[in-house]
């Protein structure tokens, strides 16, 4: 088995690296069967960005704060863990963005796509789905379209649903929604193409954001999966990862 290493810059990440080079052979990411992720989430994210064009699954250990899509860090039996681990296939989201001054560019995202105002003035949108238009007038601070894998981020925090990893559909999450009053936002099918038209973009600007790359002054985003990516996250076990979901949707209770 090749294994190829990819680590966070703090120490605690690089020194683990380290230690992994020492009892494991490092391979080349294009050569590798796995790419072993030592950080936290945003590593994880990071990753997922780096080696989009590469084949080889990515195993996460935890060296960051709350990992909640890695595995627990342990330098014993990592071939044994890898070969046993249960997959999950995911998808990102594909935004096509057109600014203003009718510039286009396109950028993918793990997480989420977000639309947040620039300035004072609430941000006003039209909401499209398939086509079809769902909102006429959206007055907020921004919305979201987020993957199963981002709802448990800033989705959840802005009070969308979380949902297991292989669910087939996204979260429409407005941000502090004006009109329509107390709009929940929505959940649609996977398969949906969906698109935000701004309203007077020169005087209510909005920037559009996918993950971590932000597009300044948009006049139109579209957002639909990209079927054609698809990247293979590895865990130790299937169960746990679905029983720490199955928490964060019940906030903690216990039965």
């Known amino acids: 088995m090749k294994i190829a290493f990819h680590a966070s810059r703090k120490l605690r990440a690089q020194n683990a690296l380290a230690e992994l080079k020492n009892h494991y052979q490092s391979a080349p990411p294009e ?4 790419i072993v992720v030592l950080g936290g ?10 080696y989009i064009d590469y084949q080889a699954p990515l195993f996460g250990m935890n060296l960051g704060t709350l990992g909640f899509l890695l595995n627990d860090y342990n330098i014993k039996k990592l071939q044994e863990r890898i070969a046993s681990a249960a997959h999950f296939n995911i998808h990102p989201l594909k935004m096509e963005a057109i600014d203003k001054d009718g510039n286009k560019s396109k950028h993918y995202a793990f997480n989420e796509v977000s639309l947040l105002r620039e300035t004072h003035a609430s941000a006003k949108l039209k909401v499209h789905v398939n086509d079809k238009l769902r909102i006429k007038d959206l007055v907020c601070d921004g919305v979201m379209v987020s993957t199963p894998m981002g709802s448990t981020a800033y989705n959840s925090s802005a009070g969308g649903p979380i949902l297991q990893l292989d669910a087939n559909v996204m979260p429409i999450t407005p941000i502090s929604p004006f009109r329509p009053r107390h709009w929940p936002g929505a ?3 996977n398969k949906c193409k969906i698109k935000f038209e701004v309203f007077k973009p020169n ?3 909005v ?4 993950d971590t790359t ?4 948009v006049r139109e ?3 639909q999966v990209a079927k054609r990516i698809t990247k ?3 865990f130790d076990d299937a169960e746990s990862l679905r029983e720490r979901i199955f928490r964060e949707q019940f906030a903690g209770g216990q039965c």
Do not use: C, K, Q
């Not at 989430?41 to 780096?50: E, T, V």
């Not at 932000?214 to 002054?217: C, L, S, T």
């Open 214 to 217: 932000e597009i300044r002054d």
């Open 207 to 210: 920037s559009a954001t996918a």
């Open 41 to 50: 989430d945003g590593s994880m994210l990071h990753a997922l960005h780096h």
């Open 31 to 34: 050569e590798a069967d796995v």
């Open 221 to 223: 985003v579209n957002i």
């Open 203 to 205: 005087e209510r600007p």
């Open 187 to 189: 959940v649609v099918s």
């Open 232 to 234: 293979t996250l590895m």
